[in-house]
């Protein structure tokens, strides 16, 4: 089954704990994506990678990491979490080019709190 | 389920009538629009989406109209089911970037 899988689904941490949410995907989609929903915001964009290697900032990177070293995976990284970093995160996939030339497809979330 | 969002718009049908999602959006230069649909404790999904040269398209119980007069976006759902009670996105083409901008969403609630 086509699916884009994000690990763990809550995940409950301490201020300044590193930590990492895993995204695979199996449709060897080239562009993936991270995005965070919040009460009353929306779907905001933190990373997004058009390929293998390649990464750029979205409109809410700060205080994220990313890494792209195969086409399946694309981690998301707290290096140093703080309360405000408490969201719900989708990773998304889609076909090279991006999600204009291709629908995204996303995983199911992960509820992030950080106390 | 995961609550994606407070206080926002809500619109309540009753089952087998029409409904009708809007949408303004912000760039008038923008070519591209979708529609996504997120159920509780799900991640949003596809729907249907419209290039600017388009004003309507049609989907299976579903049109997506556009108005680049007024800068305004709709999702008209045909005979309304209980499954299609979600939180509805729009969503435009950021430039130049090619990546999307996403609306604060719509909750639509089916009434048996």
């Known amino acids: 089954e086509a699916q884009v899988t994000q690990n763990p689904r809550y995940l409950i941490t301490v201020t300044g704990k590193k930590l990492t949410v895993t995204c695979s995907q199996n449709?060897?989609?080239?562009?993936m994506s991270w995005y965070r929903q919040d009460p009353g915001l929306g779907l905001r964009q933190i990373y997004y990678?058009?390929?293998?290697?390649?990464?750029d900032k979205g409109d809410v990177p700060e205080g994220y990491k990313v890494s792209r070293k195969e086409k399946r995976n694309f981690p998301l990284i707290l290096e140093s979490p703080s309360p405000n970093q408490t969201s719900l995160y989708f990773c998304a996939s889609s076909l090279a080019g991006g999600p204009t030339l291709s629908p995204l497809h996303f995983g199911n979330g992960t509820r992030l709190t950080v106390t | 389920g995961e609550s994606v969002g407070l206080h926002l718009p809500t619109l309540s049908v009753q089952e087998g009538d029409n409904s009708i999602i809007n949408c303004a959006y912000s760039?008038?230069?923008?070519?591209?629009f979708i529609w996504y649909k997120q159920e509780s404790g799900k991640g949003p999904q596809f729907i249907i989406d419209i290039r600017s040269n388009m004003d309507k398209r049609q989907g299976q119980r579903v049109t997506v109209l556009l108005n680049k007069t007024v800068k305004h976006l709709s999702l008209q759902i045909a005979a309304t089911q209980p499954g299609d009670s979600a939180v509805y996105f729009c969503?435009?083409?950021?430039?130049?970037?090619?990546?999307?901008?996403f609306g604060k969403g719509t909750k639509l609630s089916v009434k048996p």
């Open positions: 760039n008038s230069a923008s070519d591209y």
């Open positions: 969503a435009e083409k950021e430039r130049p970037t090619g990546n999307l901008i």
């Open positions: 990678s058009m390929n293998v290697e390649v990464t």
């Open positions: 449709m060897n989609h080239e562009y």
